[in-house]
């Protein structure tokens, strides 16, 4: 028997940007995610192409995975996995925003107009500035939640996947050094509320020729787990 697929229509805004022109990785990811489960147990996202922004794309759903497609081209696909993501560590907040200081974006961005790590306006952009923690192999930055991202229902999984993405990357940059996501599994724990104070932290787990690995998470003050990823990176030939 054929399990027919169910089709909706998804249109990434141009506020969600990463790299120019195209749709940030992690928006994408937690997207795909909240549309499997909420994202609360976790799924695994892999990005095949870049996804086009303000451009209709075919979101599927097939037994449990989903797929996002362009006409013919397949985009992204996203299935479950079954295990917990867990964080790297936990760095208070006040500590995460002092890493800040340390950020390589400020000296060579790469994408300066991403929606979670670029430069843009305060509440149009995320501003995750991840800068070294001293004595650990993490970064870390702190996160003020702007009510602009907020829905309906609070702030959604496709934020929470921005914000655990590009700093898995910025765990292995330099400055001027530049990659593309292409995998993200994530999980989240516990819904964000919006004006809070997050610590986001990341740390470089391996490295495989052009692939570099990185797990991230997001902690409340106290230090309790509110979502975790793990990535895989593929830099420029």
Not at 85 to 90: K, V
């Amino acid at each position: 028997m054929t399990t027919a697929a169910l089709q909706t229509v998804l249109t990434v805004p141009q506020r969600f940007r990463g790299p120019e022109g195209i749709a940030n990785g992690g928006w994408i990811a937690g997207t795909m995610a909240d549309s499997l489960n909420g994202g609360r147990s976790a799924v695994e996202v892999t990005l095949h192409a870049p996804s086009p922004l303000e451009t209709e794309l075919r979101l599927e759903h097939v037994a449990n995975s989903a797929s996002l497609s362009h006409g013919d081209k397949l985009l992204v696909e996203a299935i479950p996995v079954a295990e917990d993501l867990e964080g790297p560590g936990f760095v208070p907040f006040n500590d995460a925003a002092r890493a800040e200081a340390g950020f390589v974006g400020l000296q060579a961005h790469p994408f300066a107009e991403c929606f979670a790590c670029g430069l843009r306006e305060p509440g149009d952009g995320l501003r995750i500035f991840p800068g070294p923690v001293e004595g650990t192999d993490l970064v870390a930055a702190g996160w003020r939640v702007p009510f602009t991202v907020t829905g309906e229902d609070g702030v959604p999984a496709s934020i929470i996947g921005a914000v655990l993405d590009c700093i898995t990357g910025w765990a292995h940059f330099g400055p001027g050094e530049t990659a593309l996501l292409g995998r993200l599994a994530l999980q989240i724990h516990r819904s964000v509320q919006p004006g809070g104070r997050y610590s986001v932290v990341a740390r470089p787990t391996g490295r495989d020729g052009r692939k570099m690995y990185g797990q991230s998470a997001i902690y409340e003050m106290d230090g309790t787990l509110v979502a975790a990823a793990r990535a895989t990176w593929i830099a420029p030939r």
